[in-house]
């Protein structure tokens, strides 16, 4: 009697069903899925010195600019005296600096350092590079797939 082959799960098989399509499934799988490939992906980083909530400080001050430290911890979703901490750290490794607010002598600004610029980039490479290998393994129809998804997601991201 022939045994029953499982499919691939990296395979996709059908279209999904109308249940795996309802909006809460659909969260539930989705939500994991993206949690499971952010962590993996954080995985992929340039030094093992910094924790990934300093490095998201490193990524918005790269992004953004100098900010505050209260501005920082305000676009961290953290208290005042955890991102005093974080700066702190980044400071002792030489990643960013303070300096005199040029409008309130209360203020401190934190600016990232060269060798903090240096920190993102490296990460930001990294990542890239282990996303783009996962991303070539895939069939052209996955990879057309994720790009649809990827708008999709953008979308969702900024409403």
């Not at 249940?19 to 539930?28: E, I, N």
């Not at 240096?118 to 996962?134: G, I, P, S």
Request: hydrophobic share 35%.
């Amino acid at each position: 009697m022939p045994t029953a082959t499982r499919p691939d799960p990296a395979t996709p098989t059908s279209s999904p069903t109308a249940a795996q399509c309802r909006p809460t499934t659909l969260a539930g799988e989705l939500r994991v899925a993206l949690v499971r490939t952010n962590r993996r992906m954080r995985l992929e980083r340039s030094s093992e010195e910094i924790t990934d909530g300093q490095y998201s400080v490193l990524a918005a001050l790269s992004k953004q600019g100098a900010m505050t430290p209260g501005e920082l911890a305000e676009r961290e979703h953290v208290q005042p005296p955890s991102m005093t901490r974080t700066v702190a750290r980044l400071v002792e490794v030489g990643l960013v600096s303070r300096s005199e607010h040029p409008t309130d002598g209360r203020q401190v600004l934190v600016t990232i350092t060269p060798a903090g610029d240096q920190e993102v980039r490296e990460t930001r490479r990294r990542r890239d590079a282990w996303l783009a290998q996962q991303l070539a393994g895939l069939a052209p129809a996955e990879r057309a797939t994720l790009a649809q998804a990827t708008e999709i997601l953008r979308r969702i991201a900024t409403a």
